[in-house]
C-alpha cells in the first residue's frame, strides 16, 4: 500500500479519502485540517491513524509518499510547493493555482525534481467520456466542426447560499470558469484533441451582495441558518459565464458556466459535431453516449466493460447495468496514480491529468478574464 495524507477535509477532501482507499492500492496515514479538534473528529470518524493542522508534520514523515492537496484554492500554491520541495509526489484539487505564474512555477518544479504530480479533472474518467476520446481518434466520427456545451449547477442560486468560492481572495478572480468552467475546457480538449485558440467571454453576477454566515460552512452542506447568523457581504466573482471559443484546427465552440441554474445540480454536457456523425453526453446520465447519424439511426452507446473499448473498460470495474458514478471517477483516476507510483518506471505512459494539464486552465482562464474587460476576442497564449 502506498501510504499518503489528505490536506484539506471539506466535501471534495472526504472525497479524496474513500477513493484513495478504493484503489487497494493507497492507504491513507494522515489528514490535515485547519482546526485541529474538528480534524481529530474526521480522523476518528474515518479511522485514519494520525491528524495534523501543519502540513509540515505530514511532510516529516518520510513513510507518506503521496499528499492529496483539497484546501481552498488559495492555498495549493504554498502547499503544492512545500510537498515538492519536500519530495513529496502531489494530487492537487483543481484549479491548481490562482494566477497562470504560479501554475508555470509548480509546474516546472514538479519535472525538476522529476516527481509525479496528478491533478484532479475526475470527469475524464467517466468511461464513456475516454470512448468518446478514442472513437474520435479513431475518425469515427470525422472530421470536427464544432464542440458546444455547458457546466451547470444551482448550488448558489439564494442569497444566503455560501461558500469560500464566492471570494476573490480564496478562490481566485474567476469563481465559475476557474470552479466548473476549467473541467469543461480540460474535458472537452482531452476528448477532442484539439486545443482552444482563441476565447471571447461574457460574464455576469446576478447577486452582487450575498449573506455569508459569521461561521464557515462546508461546501454543499446546504445548512439552514437565520437571519442574526449572516454578514451581507459585495460579490467579486462571476455565478455566470458564456464564453466562445475558436480551435486550432478551424473549429468553432462555445460553452456556458451557471452557478445560479434551478434544477440543475451538477451537470457537464458537451456536443461534438463532426463530418460523420455527433456526440452528445451529460454527467448526470453518464453510463450512455449518444452517437448521432445523418444517414442512419442514432446509436447509444452504454457502459459495459465488454461493449467499449479495452481503454474505458479499463477504467469500468463493475459489470454493465451495474451503474458507476461520481465517486468512482476519482477512484479511478488515483488507481492510476498510484499504479505509476508503485511501478515506478518513469517511461511507462502517463494516462492521468498532470499539473501541466492545470497550467493550461491557468492560461485559459486569464485569457477569458482579459477577454471580458476588453471585451474582445482574446488569444490563447
Ligand atoms: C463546486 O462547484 C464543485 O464542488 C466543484 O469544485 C467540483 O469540481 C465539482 O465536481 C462539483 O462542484
Redesign the pocket.
Known amino acids: 500500500m502506498i501510504k499518503s495524507a489528505v490536506v484539506g477535509v471539506g466535501?471534495?477532501g472526504e472525497e479524496h479519502i474513500e477513493a484513495i482507499r478504493r484503489t487497494n492500492l493507497g492507504w491513507v496515514e494522515a489528514i490535515v485540517g485547519r482546526d485541529l479538534e474538528k480534524t481529530k473528529a474526521k480522523a476518528e470518524v474515518f479511522q485514519i491513524p494520525h491528524y495534523y493542522n501543519d502540513i509540515q508534520q505530514v511532510l516529516e514523515n518520510p513513510e507518506i509518499q503521496v499528499v492529496h492537496i483539497c484546501t481552498p484554492n488559495a492555498l495549493h500554491y504554498p502547499m503544492v510547493k512545500k510537498a515538492l520541495e519536500a519530495g513529496t509526489h502531489v494530487v492537487c484539487?483543481?484549479p491548481l493555482t490562482m494566477t497562470e505564474d504560479e501554475a508555470r512555477e509548480l509546474t516546472e518544479l514538479a519535472e525538476q525534481k522529476n516527481l509525479v504530480n496528478a491533478i484532479?479533472f475526475?470527469?475524464r474518467y467517466y468511461p464513456l467520456v475516454r470512448q468518446a476520446k478514442v472513437m474520435i481518434e479513431k475518425g469515427e466520427i470525422g472530421r470536427i466542426y464544432s464542440v458546444t456545451g455547458s457546466y451547470l449547477?444551482d448550488?448558489l442560486v439564494k442569497d444566503t447560499d455560501y461558500?469560500w468560492?464566492l471570494e476573490s481572495a480564496q478562490s481566485g478572480v474567476t469563481r465559475a470558469v476557474g470552479?466548473?468552467g476549467t473541467?469543461w475546457m480540460d474535458l472537452v480538449e482531452y476528448v477532442t484533441g484539439i486545443q482552444i485558440t482563441e476565447v471571447n467571454a461574457d460574464m455576469g453576477t446576478f447577486l452582487k451582495k450575498r449573506k455569508k454566515p459569521k461561521k464557515s460552512i462546508e461546501?454543499?452542506s446546504g445548512k439552514i441558518l437565520k437571519n442574526e447568523d449572516y454578514d451581507v457581504v459585495d460579490i467579486d466573482t462571476e455565478d455566470y459565464a458564456s464564453v466562445l471559443l475558436h480551435f486550432n484546427g478551424g473549429q468553432r465552440g462555445v460553452f456556458t458556466v451557471n452557478?445560479m441554474a434551478c434544477g440543475h445540480k451538477?451537470r457537464v454536457t458537451f456536443e461534438i459535431n463532426g463530418s460523420l456523425g455527433s456526440m452528445i453526453w451529460n454527467s448526470e446520465e453518464p453510463n450512455q453516449l449518444t452517437i448521432g447519424r445523418r444517414d442512419r439511426g442514432n446509436e447509444v452507446i452504454i457502459r459495459d466493460p465488454s461493449l467499449v473499448y479495452p481503454e474505458a473498460g479499463s477504467i469500468i470495474t463493475l459489470p454493465g447495468g451495474h451503474n458507476e458514478g461520481?465517486a468512482d471517477t476519482s477512484k479511478q483516476l488515483f488507481k492510476e496514480v498510484y499504479q505509476y507510483i508503485k511501478e515506478a518506471k518513469p517511461d511507462n505512459p502517463v494516462t492521468f491529468p498532470k499539473f501541466e494539464d492545470g497550467y493550461r486552465e491557468a492560461k485559459l482562464c486569464e485569457a477569458i478574464i482579459k477577454s471580458q474587460k476588453s471585451c474582445q476576442w482574446q488569444e490563447v497564449k
Open positions: 466535501f471534495i484539487e483543481k484532479h475526475n470527469i449547477q448550488w461558500s468560492r470552479d466548473i473541467h461546501t454543499w452557478q451538477n461520481f
